[in-house]
T-cell receptor, first 116, second 112 residues
Framework: AQKVTQAQTEISVVEKEDVTLDCVYETRDTTYYLFWYKQPPSGELVFLIR??????QNEISGRYSWNFQKSTSSFNFTITASQVVDSAVYFC?????????????FGQGTTLQVKP | ETGVTQSPTHLIKTRGQQVTLRCSSQ?????VSWYQQALGQGPQFIFQ???????GRGNFPPRFSGLQFPNYSSELNVNALELDDSALYLCASSSSMMETQYFGPGTRLLVL
């Protein structure tokens, strides 16, 4: 069965600290896509990144970086030198090619609080 | 480029009533997906519309129904509202069924 687990419910850091958000997924599909979305208090989900199952190359975008490891079914997200504006709920999500819908399966989310 | 918009932003209804939520997709997108997000939870997939046809449905009862119009905007209708329907309803659009979904600001529904 498909599932996404974000074991960290809440994380609190002080500004400028690095923080890693964990994501573990389960799927039987060989072709799938992994995502991270950010949800600020306003409620809108903001797209951050999409990776497909055939591309394990890590990605860096500014202060954000993602580590995709198929061997451990993990897709972790690191924020370097965190800022107060990074405070939000972060969701990891999975979609499977066999669904033919792009249906997103979300984890429970990790609430990140960055204190000044 | 106009992003995904939803209306209304907030809504209060009573149990047993019916509600219609609206979504305008991002320019160039022909696919709309709807999600329900209960407080403190991750969003749950309700259904997807691709070129005016339903294309996949999550584990929601038939009283949740939808439409997609020729301009690819969409409606979510919920009949016989229950207290547990209180949630944030999110609409997402994409350029095709399997492409990245971009979300609107959501509609917060409270059922009393």
């Amino acid at each position: 069965a498909q599932k996404v687990t974000q074991a960290q419910t809440e994380i609190s850091v002080v500004e400028k600290e690095d923080v890693t958000l964990d994501c573990v997924y389960e799927t039987r599909d060989t072709t799938y896509y992994l995502f991270w979305y950010k949800q600020p208090p306003s409620g809108e989900l903001v797209f951050l990144i999409r990776r497909n199952s055939f591309d394990e190359q890590n990605e860096i975008s500014g202060r954000y970086s993602w580590n995709f490891q198929k061997s451990t079914s993990s897709f972790n997200f690191t924020i370097t030198a965190s800022q107060v504006v990074d405070s939000a709920v972060y969701f990891c999500a999975l979609s499977e090619a066999q669904s033919n819908t792009g249906k997103l399966i979300f984890g429970q989310g990790t609430t990140l609080q960055v204190k000044p | 480029e106009t992003g995904v918009t939803q209306s209304p932003t907030h809504l209060i209804k009573t149990r047993g009533q019916q509600v219609t939520l609206r979504c305008s997709s991002q320019s160039g997108h022909n696919t709309v997906s709807w999600y329900q997000q209960a407080l403190g939870q991750g969003p749950q997939f309700i259904f997807q519309y691709y070129r005016e046809e339903e294309n996949g449905r999550g584990n929601f009862p038939p009283r949740f129904s939808g439409l997609q119009f020729p301009n690819y905007s969409s409606e979510l209708n919920v009949n016989a509202l229950e207290l547990d329907d209180s949630a944030l309803y999110l609409c997402a659009s994409s350029s095709s069924m399997m492409e990245t979904q971009y979300f609107g600001p959501g509609t917060r529904l409270l059922v009393l």
